[in-house]
Nanobody
Framework: VQLQAFGGGLVYSGASLRLSCVAS????????MGWFRQAPGKEREFLAA????????YYIDSVKARFTISRDSAKNTVYLQMSSLEPGDTAVYYC??????????????WGQGTQVTVSS
């Protein structure tokens, strides 16, 4: 499967942004899709995931109030709606796919990343 993420850009504090990730290829073994981010000098961190069949979302606590993950199964696309963005959200955002039955495991596939820069 190939994952293509887009929607990043330069925004100012308080702005909103929606990231999209389109998956191409097989879908029959997909368990979930989600988003990570990696800021300069930091490790890549998990943000959110959504199960593909039931649409159950999972978030880390630090973004739960501001970020919303959703998916469109017909379009093979997962979204990350981000609001009230802060300079601390500046990072490269990656989408990912899991085929195993747990998002606690490493993803099986990664997208290429899209840069989000939040200026104050």
């Amino acid at each position: 499967v190939q994952l293509q993420a887009f929607g990043g850009g330069l925004v100012y504090s308080g702005a909103s942004l929606r990231l999209s990730c389109v998956a191409s290829g097989r879908t029959f073994s997909r368990y979930a899709m989600g988003w990570f981010r990696q800021a300069p000098g930091k490790e890549r961190e998990f943000l959110a995931a959504i199960t593909w069949i039931g649409g159950t979302p999972y978030y880390i606590d630090s973004v739960k109030a501001r970020f919303t993950i959703s998916r469109d199964s017909a379009k093979n696309t997962v979204y990350l709606q981000m609001s009230s963005l802060e300079p601390g959200d500046t990072a490269v955002y990656y989408c990912a796919e899991w085929t195993a039955g747990s998002t606690a495991l490493p993803p099986n596939s990664w997208g290429q990343g899209t840069q989000v820069t939040v200026s104050s």
